[in-house]
Structure formats: C-alpha cells, structure tokens
C-alpha cells in the first residue's frame, strides 16, 4: 500500500464525507470494466481495516465484534479479491472464527515464494500494521504460530520477538503482570515504541498517572502506532488532571483540540480545567460552545450549571436549568433549588464540590492501618504508601525527598537495562537514592540487585557525576542482611512495621 498515485487518485475518486458503505458500492460501479480493479479494492480494504482496529488494543468480546456492520463490509470485500490476495483472506478468516483457515492463509503470505519479492527487513512498523493492530488479542497459539512465519523477515534487532511480547502480554491476568512483561523488553530493547505505547496505556489503566506522562512524552517521535496524536494529547491531560498540574492540563486539552476539533469530550475537559483553575468566565464560553454544537453532553451542560453558580449568576442558572432538554444530576438540582432569589455581584471564591472529579490529595490515600507488627501483603502497596508520602511532602527515612522527574521519565519503576527500581529519588543536594522495598525478608538477593543497581548508576554516562545511595525497606529483615548493609556505606536499611490502634 506505499503507491503515492494509486493513493491520490483513489482519494480524488472517493472524496471526503462518504460512508465505508457508500464507498463500497461506488467502487463495484466504478470497477466494472476497469483494467485492473483489485487494486482499488484492496485499498479499499486496507483502509477500512486499518479504521476498524485503530485507537484500542484489545478487541474484547470477538463474538461481538463480529456483529459489526463494517466487520461485514470488509469481509464482503475480501471475498471480491483474488485468491492470491493471501493476507487478507487471512483477515476475513480471523472475523469470521475460522482460525484454521486463517494461519493456512498467512503461511501462503509469508512463504518462501512471498519472502523473495521482498527487499528489506521487516521494521516494528511493519509487523504493527500487518499483525498487531489488525489481530490484537486474536486466538490462542495465533502469536506464537506467526512468529515462526515472520521470523526470517524480521531485522533481529528485537523485532522478531514482537510476537512473543504480544503472546505474553495478552496472556497476562492483570495489569501488574502486563508492567512486567513490557518493562522487561524495553530493558533490552529501549527504543521501542510499541512497547512504550502499551506500558503507557497499562499505567493509564492503573492510574499511575506520572508514569502514564512519562512514557506518553516519550512516544510519537518519529511514529505513532496505536493511537493517534490527539488521543496521546487527551491521555496527558487527564493525567495531569489527576495529579492537579492544571496549567500541563490545560496545554494538553488545547493540543488534542488543535490537532482533532472534534475529539469527544475534549472540549468540556478543557472548560472544566479552566473551572478549576477559577478562570470561571472563559470556563462558560467553552461550556456555552460544547451547548451550542451539542457537543460532550450531558457532562458540559452539568458543568455550565456549576459556573454559573460560581460567577454568582443564579438567576441564569435556574433558567437552564428549566428550560434544558439534557439531564442535570440529582446534586446540582438540590443546590440549585437552595440558590438565593437574587445573583451574586461579585463571583463566589472556587470550593471544591464533593463530587467533582478533581483528584484525590496524597494526604486523602495515604495507607495507615495504624501497635501490632503487620507486613504489607504485596510490594505494590508498599510502593503505593510511600510513594504518596513522597508526593504529599512527607519525610521518609529521616529525609525529605522527591522523586525523580525529567521529561520523558519519572523514578517509580525506574527502568534501567539491568533491571526496574522501586523508586529513584533525589533531595535537594542533587544526591540520587534508590529504593528498593519487599513485603518481607524472604528476597535473598536484595542486597546483590541494589549494589547491582549503584554499580551501574555510579558508572552509567547521565548519572556518575551524581552521589548515589541505596535504601532497602522490608519487613523482618535477616542477621545476613543487616551485616551486608552496614558493611557498605553506600546503603541503609529500614524495617517498616503496620500498627492498629483503637480510636
């Protein structure tokens, strides 16, 4: 599909504004009789394909997907295509669960015959459009089956085991495991960006808002592959939302919206932004534009209401209220029945609603279960409960520290090529830590992986002009390792201990 004059002269035939289903019967009128027909058709295809698996990476339910009116067309177009055609009638076969047929047809696409014609190795770009996008989550045994397809295809250069990557991470039963998987190939191959891409969608998932920002500032340069540049925008701004970066926030809602005027929701998130930062009257002239063009509604209705109230314009929000065909929740209808007869002159300072989604405070999640000696039942709470100390301003072992933040990274689950911290902190000195934390004392290796890790910071490019400590908080720590610690004054070791007590 990289010939530029098919490409233009099919966009001039079919335009702008049609519908899959429109092109489609334009296309057997304008065929018939033509020298050479399935090329139109099999852009026509690839199009459609590619608008039908674009933005997402799973398929869910394929049973469903199957209903799909275009999931439909496409196949009905497939079957016009000669039977040479081999990868798309692998395609059709996939849409239609005969899974069987469709690995025969990829064989025929990817034998020796098909590998010949080609001239280049295949570059994570290629096994994205062709396998990953179009096939996501497919049927079991399909990644490991194309894997030995493609194999002789590929540049060895990490690519061959795409494949791999994608069997394993479709096969993970949470989105913890998922983190893993990708983080472990993006140690040996960091300039991935599809694994990046799915780690920031995973850590969105997960509500790991700063590492969702860090990766998403790292993809997209040069390419994009799952998702297009107005969602990475509107993923960005509703991570800063979360951690209450309002001003990165605003900047982002304003890029999605330059890139694609038209993305759902896009428009009400920036006019809420602009209500929490209290710039109320420019909040109203977004919400008045979303009402306006009937756009992400009933949530910019909702909120036009909730800016009236606070520029004191009571009397205009009673009146929307009446007068709206869109539904108000139960809780501003209240507050708009207790408002005063008469508007405010002056615009109500910003209080925070209960239900507005504004972001917990660090202080608000803060685990504190309250003496008897308790461990935490995983390592990720532990991480959870002292990264929100870090971030709400807490001391923690005796200091006050941050953790690290560049553009493009950020020190919770710090990857390096030798392994993945806890966390990577620094103070106000510059002097970076790393924490490593365990549930309990039963990691004999803890004390080799973190002097592993000062090793390689103090030695690595970007970081051995820095001091560099190691922390390890665990519970019940061993003789063993109390002596390896206080043996090297590089490191400092913590017990933590979970208390209740009776209020």
């Known amino acids: 599909m990289e010939n530029r004059d098919l490409q233009q ?12 289903r429109e092109m489609s019967d334009k296309l057997d009128t304008l065929l018939q009789g033509h ?19 674009t933005g997402y990476c799973t398929y869910g339910d394929l049973k469903e997907v199957r209903k799909r009116e275009l999931v439909s067309l496409l196949i009905e177009n497939i079957s016009k295509l000669p039977e040479e055609k081999y990868y798309y009638h692998g395609v059709s076969a996939f849409f239609c669960g005969e899974y069987e047929r469709c690995i025969a047809q990829l064989k025929l696409n990817y034998s020796d015959s098909v590998l010949k ?21 497919a049927f079991p045994g399909f990644w490991s089956q194309v894997q030995k397809l493609i194999y002789p295809l590929c540049r060895q250069d990490g690519t061959e085991y795409l494949c791999q990557l994608m069997a394993d991470y479709y096969a993970c039963r949470t989105d913890e495991e998922a983190v893993d998987i990708l983080t472990a190939y993006i140690q040996t191959y960091p300039h991935s960006t599809l694994a990046r891409e799915y780690l920031a969608c995973t850590y969105y998932d997960l509500k790991m808002w700063n590492n ?9 340069r040069p390419i994009l592959f799952m998702f297009t540049r107005y969602q990475i925008y509107f993923m960005m701004a509703w991570s800063y939302g979360k951690i209450r970066n309002f001003k990165r926030e605003e900047s982002c809602y304003r890029a999605c919206l330059r890139f694609y005027p038209q993305a759902e929701n896009a428009l009400n998130n920036l006019g809420y ?31 036009y209401v909730q800016v009236l109230i606070a520029l004191g314009q ?18 501003l209808r209240e507050r708009i029945n207790k408002l005063p007869e008469k508007n405010m002159e002056q615009p109500q300072v910003y209080v925070r609603e209960p239900d507005e989604d504004v972001g917990d405070t660090a202080a608000e999640k803060t685990i504190d279960m309250g003496g008897k000696r308790e461990q935490f039942s995983s390592e990720k ?9 870090i971030e709400s301003g807490q001391p923690v072992f005796g200091m006050k520290l941050t953790i690290y933040k ?15 911290l806890d966390l990577l902190c620094e103070d106000k000195a510059g002097n970076l830590y790393i924490i490593e934390l365990k549930k309990d004392s039963g990691y004999d290796d803890v004390y080799r992986q973190i002097t592993d890790y000062l090793d390689w910071f103090e030695q690595s490019p970007q970081f051995r002009n820095r001091s560099i400590y190691g922390i390890i908080c665990l519970n019940n720590p061993t003789q063993k390792l109390i002596s390896q610690v206080h043996s090297d004054s590089r490191l400092r070791l913590f017990e933590y201990g979970i208390s209740y007590q009776e209020i």
């Open 35 to 53: 020298s050479d027909p399935e090329e139109y058709r099999e852009l026509f295809c690839y199009r459609l394909l590619h608008d039908l698996s």
């Open 212 to 220: 969702t920002i860090a990766y998403l500032q790292t993809v997209g």
């Open 314 to 331: 009571y009397t205009q929000a009673r009146k929307f209220a009446a007068t709206t065909g869109v539904k108000l929740s139960k809780g």
């Open 381 to 389: 709470l532990l991480e959870d409960e002292l990264t929100l100390r």
């Open 9 to 20: 002269e099919f966009s001039q035939l079919f335009g702008t504004g049609q519908t899959w």
């Open 117 to 137: 014609e080609r001239d280049s190795k295949y570059q994570e770009t290629d096994i994205f459009d062709e396998l990953i996008e179009p096939f996501k989550n």
């Open 273 to 303: 932004c602009l209500y929490k930062q209290r710039r109320y009257q420019q909040a109203k002239e977004v919400f008045e534009q979303c009402l306006k063009e009937g756009r992400d509604l009933p949530y910019a209705a909702n909120n």
């Open 406 to 420: 560049r553009p493009g990274e950020y020190g919770r689950q710090y990857i390096i090529p030798i392994g993945r």
